[in-house]
């Protein structure tokens, strides 16, 4: 006795019985037989297109798109904590300079120097927010590559397809700074409120 997919096949495969109690006839098989080689070209071409998209076991494109987004994320916090470093140390600077400076006009030009280090600490939050976007992205590959990875499985049959594909609760993990146009988070202004 089948059973599972094999026997679902079979099950489609056999017409149903005829009102009249007539056999099908050979057209009736041949249509049949070409349908079911439709549906089997059809998921060969899409676990084709679906290794196409993942990459194989050497080449895994989600992994690699995943491995350079982080690296993007790396660097720019290394390259953020460089200028945060040399900002500081001008910003000590003109300290300093305007400490000593008995002109009025001159140490109104440190203090403008000052408030421009200001401003670079500011722009410089930005490599924070990106590299959370950045993550989330990474997560959702992640996420996409496993459930690619479930797909494969199911048309190989090496997994039960009642098993929910890994990931499947990703959307609830991937959480973090949202685009400017979705709805729900605070501007600058509901921030400047809160500590104004």
Known sequence: MLTGRRADLDAAASPAPRPNGARPSHADA?????????????????????????????????????????????????????????????DDSARALAASLKDDYKRGLAQEIQDQIVKIYETCNFQDITGQHITKVIGLLSAMEGQLDTILAR??????????PPHANSDALLNGPKLAGDTGHATQQDVDRIFG
């Open 155 to 164: 048309f190989n049959g090496t997994q039960d397809a009642a098993l929910p």
């Open 30 to 90: 041949s249509d049949l037989r070409a349908e079911l080689e439709f549906v089997r070209s059809a998921i060969a071409r899409h676990r084709q297109d679906i290794n196409t998209l993942r990459g194989d076991a050497n080449d895994r494109r989600f992994s690699r798109a995943a491995a350079e987004l982080g690296a993007a994320v790396d660097d720019m916090r290394n390259a953020t904590n460089q200028i945060l470093n040399l900002a500081e140390t001008a």
